[in-house]
Protein backbone atom coordinates (compact mmCIF):
# COMPACT_ATOMS: atom_id res chain seq x y z
CA UNK A 1 0.00 0.00 0.00
CA UNK A 2 1.69 2.97 -1.20
CA UNK A 3 0.27 6.35 1.22
CA UNK A 4 0.24 9.99 -0.18
CA UNK A 5 2.72 11.83 1.48
CA UNK A 6 0.58 15.52 1.62
CA UNK A 7 -2.90 13.65 2.69
CA UNK A 8 -1.48 10.42 4.38
CA UNK A 9 -4.25 9.06 2.49
CA UNK A 10 -3.97 5.38 0.31
CA UNK A 11 -3.02 6.39 -2.98
CA UNK A 12 -3.47 4.32 -5.85
CA UNK A 13 -2.20 4.88 -9.44
CA UNK A 14 -3.93 4.68 -12.91
CA UNK A 15 -2.81 5.84 -16.41
CA UNK A 16 -4.99 7.97 -18.41
CA UNK A 17 -6.35 5.85 -20.65
CA UNK A 18 -7.15 2.96 -18.29
CA UNK A 19 -10.69 1.93 -16.87
CA UNK A 20 -9.53 1.68 -13.29
CA UNK A 21 -11.63 0.23 -10.69
CA UNK A 22 -10.90 2.03 -7.22
CA UNK A 23 -11.75 0.43 -3.99
CA UNK A 24 -12.90 2.12 -0.55
CA UNK A 25 -12.06 -0.02 2.03
CA UNK A 26 -14.91 0.87 5.19
CA UNK A 27 -12.61 -1.19 7.90
CA UNK A 28 -14.03 1.50 10.58
CA UNK A 29 -17.64 0.50 10.65
CA UNK A 30 -18.86 -1.20 13.68
CA UNK A 31 -18.91 -4.63 14.37
CA UNK A 32 -22.34 -5.89 12.37
CA UNK A 33 -22.42 -2.73 11.11
CA UNK A 34 -22.33 -3.18 6.69
CA UNK A 35 -22.37 -0.78 3.70
CA UNK A 36 -26.69 -0.59 3.01
CA UNK A 37 -26.22 1.64 0.05
CA UNK A 38 -23.43 4.16 -1.56
CA UNK A 39 -25.13 8.09 -1.56
CA UNK A 40 -22.22 10.10 -2.96
CA UNK A 41 -18.72 9.86 -4.70
CA UNK A 42 -16.87 13.52 -5.12
CA UNK A 43 -13.63 14.45 -6.42
CA UNK A 44 -10.97 17.00 -5.77
CA UNK A 45 -8.37 18.15 -7.72
CA UNK A 46 -5.34 18.79 -6.20
CA UNK A 47 -3.92 21.26 -8.78
CA UNK A 48 -0.65 20.01 -9.77
CA UNK A 49 -1.65 20.31 -13.49
CA UNK A 50 -2.55 23.93 -15.30
CA UNK A 51 -5.99 23.02 -17.01
CA UNK A 52 -6.59 19.35 -15.56
CA UNK A 53 -9.70 17.82 -16.50
CA UNK A 54 -12.37 16.02 -13.81
CA UNK A 55 -12.36 12.15 -14.01
CA UNK A 56 -15.07 10.56 -15.16
CA UNK A 57 -16.72 8.20 -12.42
CA UNK A 58 -19.38 5.64 -12.94
CA UNK A 59 -20.37 2.10 -11.81
CA UNK A 60 -20.45 2.40 -8.52
CA UNK A 61 -21.35 -0.48 -6.20
CA UNK A 62 -20.79 -2.03 -2.96
CA UNK A 63 -20.59 -5.58 -1.53
CA UNK A 64 -23.03 -4.99 1.44
CA UNK A 65 -20.05 -5.41 4.05
CA UNK A 66 -17.13 -3.46 3.98
CA UNK A 67 -16.01 -2.53 0.67
CA UNK A 68 -17.36 0.34 -2.13
CA UNK A 69 -15.60 0.51 -5.64
CA UNK A 70 -16.33 2.69 -8.84
CA UNK A 71 -15.00 2.78 -12.21
CA UNK A 72 -12.57 6.02 -13.13
CA UNK A 73 -11.54 6.86 -16.47
CA UNK A 74 -9.87 9.62 -18.11
CA UNK A 75 -8.18 12.00 -15.72
CA UNK A 76 -4.74 14.36 -16.56
CA UNK A 77 -1.42 12.87 -16.67
CA UNK A 78 0.31 14.39 -13.35
CA UNK A 79 -2.62 15.16 -11.60
CA UNK A 80 -3.50 13.78 -7.99
CA UNK A 81 -7.17 13.85 -7.30
CA UNK A 82 -8.50 13.29 -4.00
CA UNK A 83 -11.71 10.54 -3.69
CA UNK A 84 -14.23 10.25 -1.80
CA UNK A 85 -17.03 7.87 -1.40
CA UNK A 86 -20.13 8.30 1.30
CA UNK A 87 -22.43 5.46 2.12
CA UNK A 88 -25.55 4.88 4.22
CA UNK A 89 -25.13 1.86 6.73
CA UNK A 90 -27.27 -0.55 8.35
CA UNK A 91 -27.43 1.52 11.34
CA UNK A 92 -29.06 4.44 9.30
CA UNK A 93 -24.91 6.16 9.85
CA UNK A 94 -23.67 8.10 6.77
CA UNK A 95 -20.27 7.28 6.72
CA UNK A 96 -17.25 8.09 4.56
CA UNK A 97 -13.93 7.06 3.24
CA UNK A 98 -11.36 8.88 1.22
CA UNK A 99 -8.32 7.97 -1.34
CA UNK A 100 -5.99 9.83 -3.53
CA UNK A 101 -5.57 8.78 -7.15
CA UNK A 102 -2.52 9.75 -9.10
CA UNK A 103 -2.69 9.29 -12.60
CA UNK A 104 0.37 8.96 -14.21
CA UNK A 105 1.80 8.07 -17.76
CA UNK A 106 4.32 5.43 -17.39
CA UNK A 107 5.75 3.17 -15.10
Known amino acids: MTIDATTGLE ?3 KRPGE ?5 F ?5 NVGE ?4 LSNITQLKRGSVAGSVDLV ?5 HDSTKQAQ ?7 NG ?4 ITCTVQTSTGATRTCSGVLWIKEAC
Not at 57 to 61: A, H, N, R, Y
Not at 79 to 82: A, D, N
Request: glycine share 10%; net charge negative.
Open 79 to 82: EYYC
Open 57 to 61: IDGLT
Open 70 to 76: VWINGGT
Open 19 to 23: YYPFT
Open 34 to 37: TIAS
Open 25 to 29: DFINL
Open 11 to 13: MQV
